[in-house]
């Protein structure tokens, strides 16, 4: 006879295998697979896909209200200062990689080929585009991958494993992108520190019960990437 615990596993379980592939498969049409109009499509789809998805399984399959992932307001205070610091933290360890690293470990015709296939040439493009990535992706990431995939992977295994296994799946669609944009090493140094924020965040979001921790240092790693980036190119 199942027990409650094991239908709740089975339904998490499900929610995964619907959500974990889609953006990996829409970041390889983009930028492997068919590069141009269809690619770019399907990322769109993938995108809508992801913002969807967590929607529906709140209201259809758990049966429960939104929420806007408030902090208790015991906690409000301390939360916000975790992000803070955090959102330094992790700001001043991407730039202090990029001045020991970055210009013996960036290809930069590479990352300037990749920023053309994407049409990011013009500097209002990139600005638009950063503004789109610090203040509607960064927070996107954290309700989706924190708010929702964590949440299902608590449902499956003990709290540790679920902040590594949904770092994981984070990790994945940025994996293709880096791969684009960085030669091996650097790529996969990326990747690895997707992984370790994707693992803080996490661990701020089962302290906090709330993805705002989370996002304020998410903002802090995206402006010191594309910081870096606008340095680069412009």
């Known amino acids: 006879m199942e027990t409650r615990a094991d239908d709740s596993r089975k339904h998490a379980l499900r929610a995964l295998w619907l959500l974990v592939p889609a953006p990996t498969l829409g970041a390889l049409c983009a930028f492997v697979w068919a590069p141009g109009a269809v690619g770019q499509?399907?990322?769109?789809?993938?995108?809508?896909?992801?913002?969807?998805?967590p929607l529906y399984w709140r209201l259809r399959v758990e049966g429960q209200p939104l929420s806007l992932s408030r902090l208790a307001p015991a906690r409000r205070l301390a939360g916000l200062v975790v992000g803070l610091v955090l959102a330094a933290s992790m700001g001043g360890a991407i730039l202090g990689a990029y001045a020991w690293l970055g210009e013996?470990?960036?290809?930069?015709?590479?990352?300037?080929?990749?920023?053309?296939?994407?049409g990011l040439t013009e500097r209002?493009?990139?600005l638009a585009f950063s503004a789109y990535l610090i203040l509607i992706n960064s927070l996107a990431e954290e309700y989706v991958w924190r708010w929702?995939?964590?949440r299902q992977c608590s449902a499956v295994m003990s709290g540790r494993w679920a902040i590594v296994v949904s770092s994981l799946f984070f990790s994945?669609?940025?994996a293709v992108v880096f791969a684009?944009?960085?030669?091996?090493?650097?790529?996969?140094?990326?990747?690895?520190?997707?992984f370790v924020a994707g693992c803080i965040w996490s661990a701020c979001y089962l302290r906090f019960r709330s993805i705002w921790p989370g996002y304020l240092s998410h903002v802090g790693a995206d402006v010191a990437g594309l910081w870096i980036a606008w340095e680069l190119l412009f």
């Open 124 to 126: 209002g493009r990139f």
């Open 104 to 118: 013996t470990w960036i290809d930069l015709e590479r990352l300037r080929e990749a920023v053309r296939a994407a």
């Open 172 to 174: 994945l669609h940025h």
């Open 148 to 150: 929702f995939c964590l």
């Open 180 to 194: 684009v944009q960085f030669e091996a090493r650097t790529a996969a140094l990326a990747v690895c520190g997707v």
């Open 41 to 53: 499509a399907v990322y769109f789809v993938a995108k809508l896909w992801l913002l969807a998805l």
